[in-house]
């Protein structure tokens, strides 16, 4: 989910190329939750949560978890909020499997003047282990939204894998079908790592459409520290180099038996509000 500026990336592509438009369409690509926001939003080769549902679906075979989480945020200063619900399974059977719900409400401007765009995304995915150290995935990405006409669907697909305990590497292409709609479901490809030394995890995701004019990267980078059992300490940046927008993240984690809570805050260099998440995450 993404706000006009809250969830950016979608949103700028939109303004630049799309001046006739009467509101700015809803993009999702940036929703997530909030250790995801807290580690400048590189999570898609960790395969760790379930969130990566909405990410690279192949890293969901890489371990065996049972999770739900559910989390919501808010933009200060663009009245811009979003609810999350994630479910992901890769241990009942070998085919590991994930949904996610998504619901944004924000403020945009119209040729009238503000007025509010309600959208939703619900994500299937799922995953398959080929070998112990590698699988692959699909994915589906449904758009609703009433005030901008929007209903669509595309197909994501992708391919993991993990180097002993240390490592992860993945990359997956996104919105694969064309639906007409290059701000909510447009097409674009990743390339992410994660990598573990004891206590300290770090992660890398890089994002770009290809062909002429298209290839604009957006990187993230973001990095974990546990502290003992039972806190994390979060930070990350991302860059966009279209707009030339640059985000620091932040973050702390509590992780209890079978479960954790983690709150996650981003801010703009650019002069747009900061956006506070947070996640309650139940694992069995």
Not at 96 to 102: I, R, W
Not at 162 to 173: C, E, L, P, R
Not at 205 to 227: A, C, M, W
Request: no cysteine; net charge negative; proline share 4%.
């Amino acid at each position: 989910m993404t706000g006009p500026r809250m969830l950016r990336p979608a949103f700028t592509a939109l303004v630049l190329s799309a001046a006739a438009a009467s509101a700015q369409p809803v993009g999702f690509e940036e929703a997530l939750e909030a250790r995801e926001v807290a580690m400048g939003g590189a999570y898609r080769a960790l395969g760790t949560t379930a969130v990566g549902v909405d990410g690279n679906p192949a890293a969901l075979g890489l371990f065996k978890a049972f999770q739900v989480d559910v989390g919501g945020a808010y933009e200060f200063g663009n009245n811009t909020w979003y609810v999350a619900g994630y479910v992901r399974d890769s241990q009942t059977s070998p085919l590991a499997a994930g949904y996610s719900f998504h619901y944004l409400s924000q403020q945009v401007q119209t040729s009238s003047g503000t007025t509010s765009v309600d959208g939703f995304q619900q994500v299937f995915a799922f995953a398959l282990p080929v070998a112990d150290f590698a699988a692959i995935g699909v994915s589906s990405h449904w758009i609703t939204e009433s005030q901008l006409h929007i209903n669509a669907a595309s197909l994501d697909v992708g391919a993991a894998f993990k180097i002993a305990k240390v490592a992860t590497i993945g990359f997956a292409g996104h919105n694969l079908i064309d639906t007409n709609h290059p701000v909510e479901l447009g097409r674009y490809f990743d390339l992410s790592t994660g990598l573990l030394f004891g206590p300290v995890r770090l992660a890398v995701d890089i994002r770009s459409n290809f062909g002429p004019n298209q290839f604009h990267p957006k990187y993230s980078f973001g990095t974990e520290v546990f502290l003992g059992s039972t806190f994390i300490l979060r930070a990350g940046a991302e860059w966009f180099t279209l707009t030339q927008s640059v985000f620091l993240t932040a973050g702390v984690g509590i992780v209890v038996d079978k479960g954790g809570f983690d709150v996650g805050y981003r801010q703009s260099l650019n002069g747009v509000g900061g956006l506070m998440v947070a996640t309650l995450r139940v694992v069995l």
